[in-house]
């Protein structure tokens, strides 16, 4: 079920902050946000959206965000991060950022992919060697045009954020192409995954990341696909115990800042927030890779079983994507050739 109700509180939550814009003293706020009134009046107040709990590294890296924000401006940007999705899913933050609703987020591409379009050319299946090779693409000039693209929706790209490697898991054994046909998948409200999955042969069912887990306890889908902490942070092992490595996606993450909160910043404040959104990136970057490690051990010990697809089967998989790199890289095979060689 969508929170629906979350529009109205948010805005209403969003408009009392943007009024705070500018201004030193409004009656009433620090109670509002449960301040201490003797601490120093801060001039702006911003809200960062986070779908993941509060010990995930991307959640973890928006806090070291907003401290590094407080002490380089000396308290006068103060931003609350909000976990857990309390401010909604992904595409309903997105929608409230683009009115000022929601200062700051961090999204995963899939969901940005589906208002900005041309971003799914960075997440296609089977785009990337490794880790190192996305990184190298994200952190150059290619990473830099395509955070430039967000502007059009009125939102400003900050960092990349790692998100490690998608596989799938499901409630039966998966070992090759045809273990999957038949099955419902769950995806991000995306139209690229759910077309990734259709061309494996199986039904995708978009369904919201919060959801997911009762969708599989209830039978309503037969497994998903993620990365190893989304699968033990949000316990889908306990409910989907067949964990198949294909590494089907890389889909990074971004940092965002609204488009009308941004206008209203002055230079150095837009100065201070990048970079500290940058440094931020670098140590979620770092938190990730331990905490890749530290899920897989914690589902593995649950006793789920881990498939590794062989080199034959992963190939067949891969050439099943062929009408999903057509329908959306159609018109980018030379980007899409200048990724895959890049070093
Ligand atoms: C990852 C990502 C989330 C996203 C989720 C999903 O966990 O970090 O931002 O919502 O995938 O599958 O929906």
């Known amino acids: 079920m969508k929170k629906k109700w ?28 449960g301040r201490n009134s003797a601490a120093a009046e801060p001039e702006f107040v911003l809200l960062y959206a986070e779908n993941q ?13 907003s401290e590094l ?13 909000k976990c857990d999705a309390q401010l909604g899913s992904e595409m309903e933050v997105l929608e409230q950022m683009k009115y ?5 987020a961090r999204v995963s591409l899939s969901q940005l992919a589906e208002f900005v379009p041309e971003m799914n050319v960075l997440q296609v299946p089977y785009l990337y060697k ?10 150059g000039e290619i990473g830099d045009d395509f955070m430039a693209k967000t502007v059009d929706q009125n939102l400003v790209g900050l960092s990349w954020y790692d998100a490690g490697a998608r596989n799938f898991y499901t409630t039966s054994p998966v070992t090759c192409l045809e273990d999957l046909r038949g099955m419902t998948i769950r995806v991000q409200e995306s139209d690229m995954m759910a077309d ?4 494996l042969g199986a039904t995708p069912a978009k369904i919201v990341y919060s959801e997911v887990y009762s969708a599989l306890e209830q039978g309503l889908v037969d497994g998903a696909e993620n ?32 488009g009308e909160v941004w206008e209203k910043l002055g230079d150095e404040d837009r100065q201070i927030i990048s970079e500290c959104a940058r440094e931020s990136a670098l140590y979620e970057r770092e938190l990730w890779q331990e905490r890749e490690k530290t899920s897989r051990q914690i589902a593995e010990k649950s006793g ?12 067949r998989f891969r050439d099943a994507m062929s009408p999903v790199y057509e329908k959306y890289c159609g018109n980018q095979m030379d980007l899409i050739r200048k990724i895959e060689e890049y070093n």
Request: hydrophobic residues 40%.
């Open 6 to 33: 979350l529009y109205p509180a948010v805005i209403t939550l969003g408009v009392i902050i943007l009024l705070a814009i500018g201004s030193r003293i409004i009656p009433g706020i620090n109670s509002i946000l």
């Open 130 to 139: 490794d880790s190192d090779h996305m990184w190298r693409v994200l952190d």
């Open 196 to 199: 990734m999955v259709s061309a």
């Open 227 to 258: 990365n190893w902490p989304s699968y033990e942070s949000m316990k889908h092992y306990y409910v989907a115990g067949y964990y198949t490595i294909d590494e089907h996606t890389r889909v990074p993450e971004l940092q965002l800042c609204s």
């Open 69 to 81: 924000v407080s002490e380089r401006t000396g308290g006068r940007i103060r931003i609350l991060v």
């Open 304 to 315: 789920i079983t881990v498939t590794t697809l062989t080199p034959s089967e992963k190939a």
């Open 100 to 104: 000022g609703g929601i200062a700051f």
């Open 53 to 65: 709990a509060e010990d995930y590294p991307t959640t973890m890296g928006a806090k070291y965000f």
